[in-house]
């Protein structure tokens, strides 16, 4: 049985990058759910809670805090006199108002592009830059997301039930993470073949 497997997987790995795609995937899961469960220990009703983790390293309120604050300048851009309220809501002199929380995040496309950059081949160095540029063109994408709908209530545009901002935010997000995905492989084969040079 083994005989038969062992030249199937090495068929499969001309085709495809086994060692690659099991790195990314155990990461990809890896960072989504310590996500998932760094929020239940850093929330008051939650089974396991650490006092010391919400008030000093609540890294997902820093994200929920940085989105709102960044998505009221971009409001004021427009005319739009809005605050941010319990580091949960961005209302608007009108009261129109948007809640983010964690699906608001873009936590899972954050970890999927980490996940992508740090199974590569390449320097630490190289990976880092990478996640870090990734992570704030996501970020940027999600503040504008959140700019623009609060805009469109308080203007009382029509919002469409069918292609929601969520709908809508995954598609610039993961355009723009596919846009990356090839910039950075571009450049991570051109920063191999150059150390193969040397």
């Known amino acids: ?83 941010v309220e319990n580091f949960q809501h961005l209302r608007s002199s009108t009261g129109a108002w948007v809640t983010v929380w964690l699906p608001c995040l873009g936590l899972g496309i954050i970890s999927f592009w980490i996940a992508f950059v740090v199974s590569h081949q390449g320097t630490m160095k190289r990976k880092f830059f990478w996640s870090i540029g990734g992570i704030m063109i996501i970020w940027f994408i999600n503040c504008w997301r959140i700019a623009l709908l609060l805009l469109a209530l308080d203007r009382k545009w029509h919002l469409d039930t069918f292609f929601d901002h969520h709908t809508l935010f995954n598609i610039l997000a993961y355009a723009a993470i596919g846009m990356l995905v090839y910039l950075y492989s571009r450049s991570n084969r051109k920063g191999l073949q150059s150390c193969k040079v040397e």
Do not use: Q
């Open 1 to 83: 049985m083994s005989t038969l497997t062992k030249p199937a997987v090495a068929g499969i790995s001309k085709y495809f990058d086994l060692s690659f795609f099991g790195k990314f995937l155990v990461l990809l899961l890896g960072l989504y759910y310590f996500n998932i469960f760094y929020l239940g220990i850093t929330s008051p009703n939650g089974r396991v809670y650490s006092v010391f983790l919400e008030e000093h390293l609540n890294y997902i309120n820093w994200i929920t805090a940085s989105i709102l604050y960044c998505s009221e300048l971009i409001v004021a851009l427009f005319g739009i006199d809005a605050h």
